[in-house]
């Protein structure tokens, strides 16, 4: 039976900044569990396939929920749920009730060390390129066990579609991209193409419909050549003499969106190598399978700019076809005669020397889980025998995640980002005999969670940039500082400052709230005002143009969002109120920027785009928090005026929001199918409206939405899973399977507090 491992690490190629706090990793221990447990666990599997035939992808994330439920022994089904009738209003009794078992069940799955554990997944691409570089390392046989095959090939089979094809999440339509490389893994992980296996068919009939994997994105492309599928004259290039260009350019590398820095810092490498593994039977069976005409015969300098129209979201315009073509056809050959040799072995070495420095600030984490495959399949070219590959198996764990569904590569986990969000939802309950000792197990992992110091050495010219002080998205040992996480955590750390020893813990010392607040008005646009992600944005949108991947939009440059602005504000003003003594007057300027950002960036419906999670809903929630947090009223501002407005209008007629995904990828509010209900993007729209005044106003949108949530709730506290959520750089949907408890106790702590505050 499997079994999730919390702040544990034994393995003497791993290194931790804090004892491993936050690190969760799953294990298989054949002697583990009842035989009751056991069945729990094939219910929950059973029960993922009932959903899936009723539409819903997403796992409830049931497995992690069975063991911490159980091993914390919180009392989760004693209290009855409240349920309302069709012609009864909301009353205190239900609302209590509801709060309280959320609060009971929110409790139950809280990790030993104070984290809450959960997926963070949702694209079906970030899986198979690590199964790609384990397959050419032969640690596809040694790191992984049969037991992690077969919940990998679980997950794979789970998310194929009907027409044979796998989307870019898991719900999405067919995509070349993720078909081939999901038919590659099966085919690694041992399946067999046989008439038997009716899947690989149907997954092979569709590649082969739709033009073969001379159809892939470029991305695919260069996957398919480091595993000897595909040649390197197929893709458009990647010089890794990018990156010893002078830094006064203004296309450096190092002004790229740390994401996609760090992605192609280990693609020019591959690319600057030609690197491929071994050519396998396998991989020569492979070359048969996937394409159309003999692989021989293709004209691979042809396919560089094909790509499958199911893939391709952002089409290369005629310039950028233009610049790859005149590198393809005028500099690449050139690398091939003294002295340019030189100047690529020179490039080659400055690649790997950022590529090394990345992964030693991250413990051998990197940055995400597409760094991640990249950075092992350029140190096994580099030195398949060095201690840098084998750092990064020992890092493995950290990204494969299982539930009911199989087991996964997440994007790299998602600890702060729920843990502060939990917190803040626990705190708001206003329920100290429901606390027990969550509070202060979450402040210990906050303090321990945040980076006490910046990247070491000369990190500016290793492409990195200021982060003392900030918190990760998921863990100390990851290293990459975050705006909005460290704005949610730093005001639980205010928050629990305000209560008793007894029931939060210790203060944080004050000096690393300083450091925080230090960071936050670092990321600041001096321009616009908003606030970027992980570094100060770069005022060159126009960089977006050079974007090389068809698949997502705004990689380039670091930019503004509305969601980390939001968070940060409300950070500040709650920081300047207990601490007036702290660049007070830097942080009013700041607040009054962020304002006008927010003011200046609401769209016409009155709505605000939301890039981390789907969309507008989710955009305007966090906007009109902003807005409230400054002072900003219905009465005197016309942009909350506008964002109730927005709300109001897309309130579906049972009391209820809910958005599609599609929202993102073309920037046009769209409703779930059926207009049905998400209870996750309601709990969002009622927070919205209260911020609002929309309670002292009209109550009766918010009486109808909280009697959802309400009803919804089941015997153990929890809300049903439905649709993702979550998403980023507009094509990629995430899914966070813990907002269904976090947000709907947010909305409901808030609702009685609005109507119920005596």
Known sequence: MWKLKIAEGNDPYLFTT?????????????????????????????????????????????????????????????????????????????????????????????????????????PLFFTPPLIIILYISGAIDTHLTKEHK?????????????????GFHIEGHSTMFVTVLSYISLRLLGEEKDDENVALTRARKWILDHGGATHLPSWGKLYLSVLGVYEWEGCNPIPPEFWIFPEALPFHPAKMWCYCRTAYMPMSYLYGRKFHGPITDLVLQLRQEIYLTPYDEINWNKQRHTCCKEDLYYPHSIIQDLLWDGLHYLSEPLFKYW??????????????????????????????????????????????????????LARVPDYLWLAEDGMKS???????????????????????????????????????????????????????????????????????????????ALKCLLLLSQMPDEISGENANKQRLYDAVNFLLYVQSPTTGGFAVWEPPIPQPYLQ????????????????HVECTTSVMQALIAFKRLHPGHREKEIDNSVAKAVCYLENTQWKDGSWYGYWGICFIYGTFFSLGGLESARKTYNNCKAVRKGVKFLLSTQNEEGGWGESYKSCPSEVYTP??????????????????????????????????????????????????????????????????????IFPLLALAEYRKRFWAK
């Open 410 to 488: 997440q994007t790299f986990g998602s600890q702060l980002w729920i843990t502060a969000f939990a917190t803040q939802a626990i705190i708001a309950s206003n329920m100290p005999d429901e606390y027990g000792d969550s509070l202060k197990k979450a402040n210990y992992y906050l303090k321990e969670s945040q980076i006490k110091q910046n990247p070491t050495g000369d990190f500016s010219k290793m492409c990195r940039q200021f982060s003392k002080g900030a918190w990760t998205f998921s863990d100390q040992d990851h290293g990459w500082p975050v705006s909005d996480c460290t704005g949610e």
């Open 339 to 392: 002295p340019f040799t030189k100047l690529r072995e020179i490039a080659l070495k400055r690649t790997i020397e950022l590529t090394r420095y990345n992964a030693e600030e991250s413990r051998y984490i990197t940055m995400a889980s597409i760094e991640k495959g990249f950075q092992m399949m350029c140190w096994w070219a580099e030195n398949p025998d060095g201690d840098e590959f084998k750092r990064h």
């Open 150 to 166: 077969k919940e990998m090939k679980r997950f794979i089979y789970n998310h194929q579609s009907e027409d044979g094809g796998w």
């Open 672 to 741: 779930l199918p059926g207009k049905r209900t998400n209870i996750v993007q309601t709990s969002w729209a009622m927070l919205g409206l209260m911020s609002a005044g929309q309670a002292e106003r009209d109550p009766e949108p918010l009486h109808k939405a909280a009697k959802i949530l309400i009803n919804a709730q089941m015997d153990n506290g929890d809300f049903p899973q439905e649709n993702m959520t979550g998403a980023s750089m507009r094509n990629c949907m995430l899914h966070y399977p813990l907002y269904r408890n």
């Open 18 to 122: 804090n004892n491993f706090v936050g690190r969760q990793v799953w294990e298989f221990d054949p002697d583990a569990g009842t035989p009751e447990e056991r069945q729990e666990v094939e219910n929950a599997r059973q029960n993922f396939l009932e959903r899936k035939k009723e539409g819903f992808r997403t796992t409830c994330d049931s497995l992690m929920r069975i063991q911490l439920i159980r091993e914390n022994g919180i009392d989760v089904s004693s209290i009855p749920p409240a349920r309302l009738g069709e012609n009864e209003n909301v009353n205190y009794e239900a609302v209590i009730t509801a709060t309280r078992k959320a609060v009971r069940l929110i409790r139950a799955i809280q990790a030993k060390d104070g984290h809450w554990a959960t997926e963070h997944a949702g």
């Open 545 to 560: 143009m050079l974007n090389p991947s068809e698949m997502f939009a705004d990689i380039v440059v670091e930019r503004e």
